[in-house]
Structure formats: C-alpha cells, structure tokens
C-alpha cells in the first residue's frame, strides 16, 4: 500500500487548500482514514478520521468547523478540505490507513492506530 499526499502549500490566514491522498491496491475503500500533522519540535497530532463508507467522521477540536475530511472510493483517494486556516495550522500534514474500524476502535487519535502513512505535505499559513 502506497499513500501519496498533495495539495499543500502557502496561503494568507483566512485562506483556504484541499489536500488529497491517492491510495494504491485495491483495497482503499475497506479501511477508514485519517489526517494527522506535525508542526516543528512537537509531537505528530490527530486532525480527522472518516470510516469507509464516509458516512461517519471525527474531528480535532482545534480544526472542527473548519476542516472537512472525505473520501472518494472509485478514486482511492481521501480529502482535506481546510478552510480559515490559522497560522497555528502551519504543519506538514499526512495521511494515514487506520488498523481497525472506527465503529470498533474508537475515533483513531493516537498513531498507533495506523499502519500506513503517506509521505507528509506542507502547509504554512501566514499572518
């Protein structure tokens, strides 16, 4: 399994991106996904999840109301769409094939969730 991220880049506070992640094999659409980022010196962190069907999603707190996770399966591809982005959302973002099933183990805040992970896309937002 290979996750490729895109879609990142520089933008004003305020603006807007949309990152994507194209998956191989043909298995995408039997697992749930998620977003996670790392800004410099701190810990990779949990941003949204969405189970296979798209039909059910979390969010960080920090990001809820602002981002939108989903997901196409006849593309093999899930979606960021990061709206008032804040220079606090600076990061290198990554996506990530959950282990279990939400409906089964939780919303999937923790990377030990994961087993695969894309290769990290940057975003910076400035002020």
């Known amino acids: 399994v290979q996750l490729q991220a895109s879609g990142g880049g520089s933008v004003q506070a305020g603006g807007s991106l949309r990152l994507s992640c194209a998956a191989s094999?043909?298995?995408?659409?039997?697992?749930?996904m998620g977003w996670f980022r790392q800004a410099p010196g701190k810990e990779r962190e949990f941003v949204a999840a969405?189970?296979?069907?798209?039909?059910?999603?979390y969010y960080a707190d920090s990001v809820k109301g602002r981002f939108i996770i989903s997901r196409d399966n006849a593309k093999n591809t899930v979606y960021l769409q990061m709206n008032s982005l804040k220079p606090e959302d600076t990061a290198v973002y990554y996506c990530?094939?959950?282990?279990?099933?939400?409906?089964?183990?939780?919303?999937?805040?923790?990377?030990?969730?994961?087993?695969?992970w894309g290769q990290g896309t940057q975003v910076t937002v400035s002020s």
């Open positions: 969405i189970n296979r069907s798209g039909g059910i999603t």
């Open positions: 990530a094939r959950k282990v279990a099933p939400i409906i089964v183990a939780g919303r999937g805040t923790a990377t030990s969730e994961y087993d695969y």
């Open positions: 094999g043909r298995t995408f659409s039997s697992y749930d």
